[in-house]
């Protein structure tokens, strides 16, 4: 496989497709690849110059407008697939891994005091659905599936699903066969 950039490889997840620059930019017309474009850029360039500035200054643009809080700063492996824009929040600390899936109302977040404080890192291939909730010092393994609405703040390991507030654990292979799609 070439040495196709993360942007590429975060559009091949919604298409299924290997793209250029300019199919790219036609697909940015969709608000959720658009802020996952920008997010990648304000991420790849130094914040210290000019162009960095202006990358982020575009990237605070909208993440009002789409309702999108996730920052440069968060650390996300390639193929990032945003099921819906609106109501995202991911705290800048949290570790995600490549092949994720975070549909709309998801939050991510930290926990402030007691045994799990800190902020979560989720593993590969991890598809997170409407209304989850994570905080908390924990990880979640790979090849996991958090259920709608369900509300995590423990470890979870590989090959898992996750449903319910508060939220039980369903060990499983296929937790996300056929979530998810077009892998890098």
């Not at 930019?25 to 969709?30: A, D, F, M, Y």
């Not at 979560?120 to 598809?127: A, K, R, T």
Request: proline share 5%.
């Amino acid at each position: 496989m070439p040495d196709y950039t993360a942007i590429q490889k975060d559009f091949y997840r919604e298409s299924g497709k290997w793209l250029s620059t300019f199919e790219i930019w036609k697909k940015c017309i969709n608000p959720n690849l658009h802020y996952i474009y920008l997010f990648r850029k304000a991420q790849k360039s130094n914040k210290k110059a000019i162009s960095g500035l202006f990358w982020r200054i575009v990237l605070r643009h909208f993440q009002i407008k789409y309702g999108f809080q996730i920052y440069p700063e968060t650390e996300i492996g390639e193929g990032l697939y945003l099921g819906h824009f609106g109501a995202l929040v991911i705290n800048p600390k949290t570790k995600i891994g490549k092949n994720c899936n975070i549909a709309q109302g998801v939050t991510i977040g930290q926990q402030n005091r007691g045994k799990n404080e800190g902020f979560p890192v989720i593993g590969d291939e991890v598809w997170i659905g409407p209304n989850a909730v994570i905080v908390g010092s924990i990880n979640i393994g790979n090849n996991v599936l958090i259920a709608p609405n369900s509300y995590v703040n423990f470890d979870v390991p590989d090959d898992s699903m996750v449903m319910g507030n508060p939220g039980k654990i369903y060990p499983t292979t296929e937790a996300t066969n056929g979530y998810i799609n077009n892998k890098v």
